[in-house]
T-cell receptor, first 116, second 115 residues
Framework: AQTVTQSQPEMSVQEAETVTLSCTYD???????LFWYKQPPSRQMILVIR??????QNATENRFSVNFQKAAKSFSLKISDSQLGDTAMYFC?????????????FGKGTKLSVIP | GAVVSQHPSRVICKSGTSVKIECRSL??????MFWYRQFPKKSLMLMAT?????????EQGVEKDKFLINHASLTLSTLTVTSAHPEDSSFYIC???????????FGPGTRLTVT
């Protein structure tokens, strides 16, 4: 079974600064997908960024980028120019495609607070 | 973009009664729908996976007779909590996956309170 570990229960960052959230995972699979989801106080899950394991290039989405280290099974999220609206829970997630399910395995989450 | 709705957003019911939560994919056909439960300040716990027209597959430890899941169409799945008790109070989230992609799209969640 796959496991996802987020070792930082809470983090804070000053507005406009950069913060990195860590995530490691354990799998014996070679083909898989990794995601970062944001859950603001409204509790709506929002996809922040995705990475296909077969792609060596790190994914980026505007102020959000990842550092994907496949050999180390590490998938960290960097948020640049932090904004107050980035305050939320952030969940790292793993998906093994196929097998009829495409289930997501979530980490325990990191609560990020952006300080004005 | 892909939109998933849930109804109701909040529900309060008395202990011993049943409550139904609907999950709808509004602008796509969902081959697979997922039901999660989330306790306060905790992560999402997968309860079950359902494919249209098939019986749901429940995760270990989830009582299938208590949490009835029906995926009768490609745009609707329902979760019925039968004989609800206070310990069933939680935040329930559904997600839906179109057949053409691996991504899941999440509903806004339903807060269930059993008194």
């Amino acid at each position: 079974a796959q496991t996802v570990t987020q070792s930082q229960p809470e983090m804070s960052v000053q507005e406009a600064e950069t913060v990195t959230l860590s995530c490691t995972y354990d799998t014996s699979e070679n083909n898989y997908y990794l995601f970062w989801y944001k859950q603001p106080p409204s509790r709506q899950m929002i996809l922040v960024i995705r990475q296909e394991a077969y792609k060596q290039q790190n994914a980026t989405e505007n102020r959000f980028s990842v550092n994907f280290q496949k050999a180390a099974k590490s998938f960290s999220l960097k948020i640049s120019d932090s904004q107050l609206g980035d305050t939320a829970m952030y969940f790292c997630a793993f998906m093994k495609p196929g097998a009829g399910s495409y289930q997501l395995t979530f980490g325990k989450g990191t609560k990020l607070s952006v300080i004005p | 973009g892909a939109v998933v709705s849930q109804h109701p957003s909040r529900v309060i019911c008395k202990s011993g009664t049943s409550v139904k939560i609907e999950c709808r994919s509004l602008d796509f056909q969902a081959t697979t729908m997922f039901w999660y439960r989330q306790f306060p300040k905790k992560s999402l716990m997968l309860m079950a996976t359902s494919n249209e027209g098939s019986k749901a597959t429940y995760e270990q430890g989830v009582e299938k007779d208590k949490f009835l899941i029906n995926h009768a169409s490609l745009t609707l799945s329902t979760l019925t909590v039968t004989s609800a008790h206070p310990e069933d109070s939680s935040f329930y989230i559904c997600s839906a996956r179109p057949g053409t992609t691996y991504e899941q799209y999440f509903g806004p969640g339903t807060r269930l309170t059993v008194t």
